[in-house]
């Protein structure tokens, strides 16, 4: 090796300690970008590469890093429910939080295998390509207005579930829901946080903001959303939709004014996340 130069572990050591004044989890980061940048698993990094010589791509990645860049833009690539998904910051970073739609879904349906999956605001896919993952003979359709993000949800489509349609389309113009036809379960994860949120950096300067920012309450796609789940569902369909901790209850009387019934389900925090809407008649 070279005089001077760090070794993998050495540069991960280095870049931990520079990382800690920007993040809370800056050794992981530091392991996951040295292994993007070395083209390994970071299961391999740490049992084989610690030794060699830091490769000279890794300083710029923890640069990003410092300036509050999230790791999964960085690399372009963020897991979701087992699922290895491309990202951009086209599209928001799928969160573990968001898992719990998925199993809401699978506790209310039970044994009642859905046919057809409809994701409202779909970004990488990452809410669609989980629920096919787990009901792989249903029908997807994945819905989004940004162009950028189809393409995302597209390229994971392909990986993931290649029969699952990614098509545009946006709730704030009048008609966009005509033709959709009804689903047996329906997935949203809409924006939903107040226009004057405090966000940590990482997410305000480099989240997208159409897929974060839904008015002074945040409830400005609920509005939309929620009065139109009767139409777009089957009998015996529920509707799963993601919702900020403190929002329960304003989005529950939506449901509730709609004719809908409501469950409330919580986070691995504790925290209110997901409500299932069901109880339609036609
Ligand atoms: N959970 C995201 C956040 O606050 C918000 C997601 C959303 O608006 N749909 O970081």
């Known amino acids: 090796m070279a ?6 572990a050495e540069a991960i050591r280095t870049a931990a300690q520079d ?22 698993s970071r299961s391999d990094l740490l049992l084989r590469w610690m030794r060699e010589p830091a490769p000279d791509a890794f300083a710029a990645l923890v640069a990003r890093r410092a300036t509050h860049e999230p790791v999964a833009y960085i690399t372009g690539r963020a897991e979701f429910y087992g699922l290895d998904l491309a990202v951009s910051p086209a599209v928001l970073i799928p969160r573990g939080d968001s898992e719990t739609l998925i199993d809401a879904a699978r506790t209310v349906l039970a044994d009642r295998a859905p046919t057809t999956i409809l994701d409202l605001g779909t970004g990488s896919g990452a809410l669609l390509l989980a629920a096919l993952s787990v009901w792989p003979a249903a029908q997807g359709l994945g819905i989004d207005r940004s162009a950028a993000a189809l393409e995302v949800a597209t390229g994971n489509a392909m990986r993931h579930a290649p029969g699952a349609d ?3 389309g946006d709730w704030t113009q009048p008609g966009w829901a005509d033709g959709l036809g009804r689903f047996d379960l329906v997935l949203a994860n809409p924006p939903y946080v107040e226009d004057a949120a405090a966000l940590a950096p990482s997410v305000r300067a480099f989240e997208p903001a159409g897929a974060l920012f839904a ?4 409830l400005d796609d609920y509005r939309i959303l929620v009065p139109l789940l009767p139409r777009l569902l089957t009998p015996g369909g529920i509707a799963v939709v993601e919702i900020g901790h403190t929002q329960a209850g304003s989005v529950v009387a939506l449901g509730t004014s709609a004719g809908l019934s409501a469950q409330v389900f919580r986070d691995l ?3 209110d996340r997901a409500i299932v809407f069901s109880g339609i008649k036609v």
Do not use: F, Q
Request: glycine residues 16%; neutral net charge.
């Open 3 to 8: 005089e001077g130069r760090l070794t993998v």
């Open 19 to 40: 990382l800690a004044a920007t993040s809370d989890t800056a050794r992981l980061d530091a392991e996951v970008l040295m292994a993007h940048a070395l083209g390994v």
């Open 166 to 168: 990614m098509r545009r």
């Open 215 to 218: 008015g002074p309450d945040g």
């Open 269 to 271: 925090g504790g925290r």
